[in-house]
Structure formats: structure tokens, C-alpha cells
């Protein structure tokens, strides 16, 4: 199954690698690889998360996600909305963008392509940023089945029986994040913070209202996994929207990796292949996890994603006014990742030692 399931990242990773040796030669190849780390680095736990998501639809939306969806997030996320987000904020024809993305060295009223995308950053930080934000929030506060942190975790869900208290908090957030951060491009980081409020809130909004129409579906899937059969998954409407969310999710992710990518390399070609390999993996490792069952296995696994994609919404949100090295967001992601990880065996070997003891009794 691991072969079947990264076959075809393992093959690009290849082909993309010997084709960045042969148009750029040993330099090009070691950037290429480099940028791949990065992006996988600093989306491990994107993949967690995905993964919760994606064991809710049927195998036909895990394999479309896994097909389609690496088209959007290879060309899409790391090379098109690039270009868009520099002709929207910087007010360039499409022509004049691509023109700056072809020619590193080129500029436009004394401006590269990579300094358009560096000052777009307020805008795109405040995005992706708020829309983690609402992730991590929405998770923290909801009933689980698990508690990692007891102790924080208890009273932030008796906390978040009150209505829209993700909403205002974000909110919040967004303002102080403009009071102190943004400047004179205060204006700009709230209207991009309120559009990915408002994206997410109609992206989950309308998942949660085609999935609250599948009651009978659940309870014909409860009644088959009690008789032993297999569970049937979330399809049709209510899958699209949460491959749509899923396809949002990684564009917030990629943000900080294709911003943070210009200081590794000015080629906008070797920027997209190098992410675009990073995100095959990302996809493969969330169908992995899926199919493996791993969530189920170490239960803590989605708490420790979810509180790194907190703690990266905090960081895009900073990184309005302070630069944050990239390693410092991959590292916070894996220590999460880890301790989540440890914790799970932990609590799997207690498990197994009070199922002996009873037995044994």
C-alpha cells in the first residue's frame, strides 16, 4: 500500500529532479530539492488535518483529490495565484506580471517580481492567516471525543458553547493584527482578513448544511458497521464542498512556502516545480493516513495539527510587519506533530496495559 499510495510522488520527485539538473544544472537541481523539503516541512501538519477531512468522502473524492486536486495545488496555488495576487495588488496587466515572472532580473517601476510579491504579503498573510485561525479555533472549542491538554481543553469547550465566539475572536485578532502590524496597509490586511472569514465561514457553512441533509445516510452507515459491513462515505454535494475546503486549506497553507521561496530562488519555474513536489507528498501522506487508519490509531495526532496550524495562523498573522524564518514554522508544526505523536503511544500502551490487567483479573 505505501508503494501504491507514493508511487506517483516518488516518480515526480524523480523526473522533476533530473529534469531541474538538465535546464539548471547542479545548482537548479540542489534548489529544486531544497524547496521541496521546505514545503513538506512545513505542511506535515496540513496533511493531518486533510486527512480528517478526507476520510469523510467516498473513494471516488479521495482519488480526485488526489488527482485534480494536486493539479490546483501544483499550478493553481504555487504558480497562478502568484501572478493574480501581484496584478491585483500591484495594479499590473497580466501581460506585465507574467513578463516579471519570466525575467527575475526585470523590473517594473523599479520593482522585481519577487519585491511585488513581498509587498503583496500583508494581504496574503491576513488571508491564510484568519482562515487557520478559524480552524484551529472552531476545533478547540467543539466537544471531542479526546482530550490532549485536559486541562485547556475542558473549559474551552464549555467556552464555546456560546454562538459565533470563533468569529468574534477572529475578529479581534484581526483588528489588533491591523492596529500593530499592517501600518498604512491597515485598510488592506482587514479586507483581506474579513474575505477569508467569510471564506471560510461559506466554504465549511455550506459543507456542514449538505452533510446535516444526509441523517438517513448515517444512520444506514451506523446500522451497517454494527452488522460489519463497510461504512459508506460522504458523496455528491456535500463531498464537493469539502474537497472545496480541502483545496482552500492548502492554499492557506502554501502561502508562507511560496512567499517564503523567493529568498531560496528568484525563478518563479524552479519555485512551482520544488513546491509542486512538496505538495505531491502532502497528498499522498493524507491518503496514507486515511487508508492506514492512523488517526484512529494515535488519537492525540489531530489535536497536535491543530494546534500547529494555530500556532501558523499567528505567525502569518506576525509576518505583516516581522519576517519569520521558515524554519522556525516547520520546526513548531514537527514539535507539535511529535509531542501529539508520543502522547498517542503513550496512551496506547496504558490502554493495552489496563485491557491486560483486566484480562488477567
Excluded at 247 to 257: R, Y
Excluded at 259 to 268: E, K, L, P
Aim: aromatic share 12%.
Amino acid at each position: 500500500m505505501f508503494l501504491r499510495t507514493f508511487g506517483w510522488s516518488f516518480a515526480i520527485t524523480i523526473a522533476g529532479l533530473i529534469a531541474a539538473g538538465l535546464i539548471w544544472g547542479a545548482e537548479g537541481f540542489g534548489v529544486v530539492l531544497i524547496l521541496s523539503i521546505l514545503e513538506i516541512s512545513l505542511s506535515f501538519d496540513n496533511a493531518v488535518v486533510n486527512a480528517t477531512v478526507l476520510k469523510r468522502m467516498n473513494a471516488f473524492w479521495q482519488k480526485l483529490f488526489l488527482t485534480v486536486g494536486v493539479l490546483i495545488a501544483v499550478f493553481g496555488m504555487r504558480l497562478v495565484f502568484p501572478l493574480l495576487v501581484v496584478g491585483l495588488t500591484a495594479h499590473l496587466s497580466p501581460g506585465t506580471v507574467i513578463e516579471l515572472a519570466l525575467d527575475s532580473s526585470k523590473t517594473h517601476d523599479g520593482h522585481t517580481y519577487a519585491e511585488y510579491l513581498d509587498m503583496a504579503n500583508p494581504a496574503i498573510a491576513a488571508f491564510g492567516g484568519i482562515f487557520l485561525l478559524m480552524i484551529f479555533l472552531d476545533f478547540i472549542f467543539e466537544e471531542k471525543d479526546f482530550n490532549w491538554l485536559r486541562w485547556l481543553e475542558k473549559p474551552l469547550e464549555k467556552i464555546g458553547k456560546l454562538d459565533a465566539l470563533s468569529s468574534v475572536i477572529a475578529l479581534v485578532v484581526l483588528a489588533l493584527s491591523s492596529r500593530f502590524f499592517a501600518g498604512d496597509r491597515a485598510e488592506t490586511v482587514l479586507l483581506a482578513g474579513v474575505c477569508g472569514l467569510a471564506t471560510y465561514l461559506a466554504v465549511n457553512g455550506l459543507s456542514e448544511v449538505f452533510e446535516s441533509g444526509l441523517e438517513e445516510q448515517q444512520e444506514a452507515e451506523e446500522a451497517a458497521e454494527r452488522s460489519g459491513k463497510s461504512i459508506v462515505q460522504v458523496g455528491g454535494k456535500a463531498a464537493f464542498f469539502l474537497f472545496l475546503y480541502l483545496e482552500v486549506l492548502d492554499a492557506s497553507f502554501s502561502f508562507d512556502g511560496v512567499v517564503g521561496a523567493f529568498a531560496i530562488s528568484q525563478d518563479i519555474f524552479q519555485i512551482t516545480l520544488g513546491l509542486g513536489i512538496g505538495a505531491m507528498y502532502i497528498r499522498s501522506l493524507t491518503v496514507f493516513l486515511v487508508r492506514k487508519g492512523t488517526l484512529d490509531d494515535y488519537v492525540y495526532l489531530e489535536h497536535g495539527a491543530h494546534y500547529a496550524i494555530g500556532a501558523l495562523a499567528l505567525i502569518l498573522l506576525a509576518s505583516i510587519k516581522y519576517h519569520i524564518p521558515e524554519i522556525v514554522t516547520g520546526l513548531i508544526g514537527v514539535a507539535f506533530i511529535g509531542a501529539a505523536l508520543a502522547s498517542s503511544i503513550v496512551r496506547n500502551k496504558r490502554q493495552q496495559a489496563l485491557e491486560g490487567a483486566g484480562a488477567e483479573g
